[in-house]
């Protein structure tokens, strides 16, 4: 079983950057994929970005060239790069790692971005 846990969150000014972090209880070496998801009030779930074990990745249109998902195997830990925040890119930001046929979810971190 894999606990999760997001970090680096916050608030900050339209125009600014955060970088996000999830931190993984076991190994996620061997993960098929890790994800970024988020959830605006009032709103459903969305996919914000995906890592694949070969490499690949896949962003959401609206973050497309401005937010950045890699991992790092040997501190178990995924990362979000959000730069040129907007207004609409508040949410809660949740971590998803699909391993061994189950999914794992964070906690969540909020992001709040001011106008």
């Known amino acids: 079983q894999v606990q999760l846990v997001e970090s680096g969150g916050g608030l900050v000014q339209a125009g600014g950057s955060l970088r996000l972090s999830c931190t993984a209880s076991?190994?996620?070496?061997?993960?098929?994929?890790v994800y970024w998801y988020r959830q605006a009030p009032g709103k459903q779930r969305e996919l914000v970005s995906a890592?694949?074990?070969?490499?690949?990745?896949n962003y959401a249109d609206s973050v497309k060239g401005r937010f950045t998902i890699s991992r790092d195997n040997a501190k178990n830990t995924i990362y979000l790069q959000m730069n040129s925040l907007k207004p609409e890119d508040t949410a809660v930001y949740y971590c998803?790692?699909?391993?061994?046929?189950?999914?794992?979810w964070g906690q969540g971190t909020q992001v709040t971005v001011s106008s």
């Open positions: 890592l694949t074990r070969s490499g690949s990745t």
């Open positions: 998803k790692v699909q391993k061994d046929g189950w999914s794992y």
């Open positions: 076991g190994s996620i070496f061997s993960a098929n994929a």
